[in-house]
């Protein structure tokens, strides 16, 4: 498969931590555990980027296996991959559980959740599910509304609010839990940008 104009740059950006000795590498990544820890982030914000990046070269490297650092002591081992751990929430969260930032498996499972989590999440999931399959309608289902660029246009509308909530409300109640949390503040199917999301 052919690579795409973002991977390349991706890899590019990437070529920063890759250029770094392994000791470094964990210092810094240590490092920026500390400065993340206690927050809910955007996924596009740039320090989870450049920390995203770090990551995956540390997994490639298995860093985290070789003791090299302290880590926050909020950040404990994820049973994926024994990085720290990074979760990310995701609009498929009840299906895939919290992401892992190092690895990109489920770090922890919707029903290892806190049961009150797993309240408010799927109560969010349910209210978001038939919002971003507005994005997925055939031709059938588009014939049962009389403008589908407008309901389109309405589930992108409702779409934003629903992550704006994940970043005011749903995300900040994984930090009683969890050293961090990473929220997903784009809906690329409804064309929804982090710029469209307020918080």
Partial sequence: MEESAADRLWR??????ADFDDLTLARWLSQTMGQLQGRA???SHPLIGAFR???EVGHDRQIWLKRLVSVPVAFYESSCCRAPIAPLLTRDVVE???ICQHCSETVVAFDEFP?????????WSAEYAPVH?????DDRQRKTVSNYDKAYENAAQQAEKLLAF?????GPQFLEHYPMIIWEDQDECLEVTPEDIEL
């Fill in 41 to 43: 982030w955007r996924f």
């Fill in 133 to 137: 399959a507005v994005a997925h309608w």
């Fill in 96 to 98: 895939t559980g919290l």
């Fill in 53 to 55: 990046l770090g990551a």
């Fill in 115 to 123: 049961l009150e989590l797993q309240e408010a999440v799927k109560n």
């Fill in 12 to 17: 590019e950006y990437n070529g920063v931590f």
């Fill in 166 to 170: 994940t970043g005011n409300k749903l």
